[in-house]
């Protein structure tokens, strides 16, 4: 059985950044709150924080966070009277394409009555989040639901090559477009690999001069500004190509990644209304091509 005193301690010195501002949130000691996760570690045989300054989580204590946050949920939904669980927490994975265009607008109003903490990771990784008890819910480009989730297919987000006018006439892309993998190319992380898929269907190898920004609006700012070409979504170069500081280097070749909602059968009520809100953005913003 659970020691859930000793889960909220855990989860409220992960939250508040600390012992001190854990025990001011759950009106304790400072003491009685070291001593519950020092008790949760000892049943457990293994380290549930790391120690530093903020404490964070380990992969262990992530998944029992994550496990509190469904039990949260659960009790909400029985309107249990337990001042502890007026508010409910949800940890979950969007990719960061996503939150710069059309995810806040599904959050909406759901965080009136539930705290969100959002995780960014690449379409294709937010699942292994998932998996791991790390994540309530995950968007991405897996179609197959795990063990006791449901997944809701989203839509489609188009991919088109961009860059700068400055920038075509500085590398010659215009006269030399099979040169194109030569020139400076824009990658969100080591795990974005679209700029690869889309040089390899056109019959070219992998970019030689990779440039990393982990921003996505950045990433269109640094493409506007000829720092390099990148793969960027239609809705958001949408500005940029109608202002004419992004062009498409190639109208036919565009790279359509789908996405998906997954999110755990018993999340609860707050949940399920999440989940359609979901639903209902992503069909106003995402291709519905099947």
Partial sequence: MMDYKALHALAAVVRCGGFEPAAKDLCVTQSAVSQRVK????????????????????ELGQKLISHLHRVEHLEKDLTLANPQVDRVHARIAIN???????FPEAIGKITDEMDVDIVIADQDKGIELMRRGEVLACLCSEDTAINGARVDRL??????????????????????PDKLHLAPCLQFN?????????????GMPDPLNPIRCPSSEGFVQMAANG???????????????????????????????????HTWRSGGS???RLRAS?????HRWLRQDR
């Fill in 96 to 102: 960061a394409d996503s939150m710069a265009t059309w």
């Fill in 270 to 272: 707050a949940m399920k």
């Fill in 155 to 176: 839509g489609v987000v188009r991919y088109r090559a961009y860059a700068s006018p400055d920038f075509l006439l500085r590398y010659k892309i215009l006269d030399q």
């Fill in 227 to 261: 720092c390099g070409f990148g793969m960027i979504p239609e809705m958001q170069a949408a500005i940029g190509v109608a202002s004419g500081s992004l062009i498409d280097l190639a109208p036919t070749s565009p790279i359509d990644i789908p996405l998906y909602w």
């Fill in 278 to 282: 979901v639903i209902k953005s992503a």
């Fill in 190 to 202: 080591e795990d974005d690999k679209l700029q690869h898929q889309f040089l390899n269907m056109l």
């Fill in 39 to 58: 008790g949760l570690e000892n049943r457990l045989g293994q380290p549930v924080l790391i120690r530093q300054t903020p404490p964070i989580a380990t």
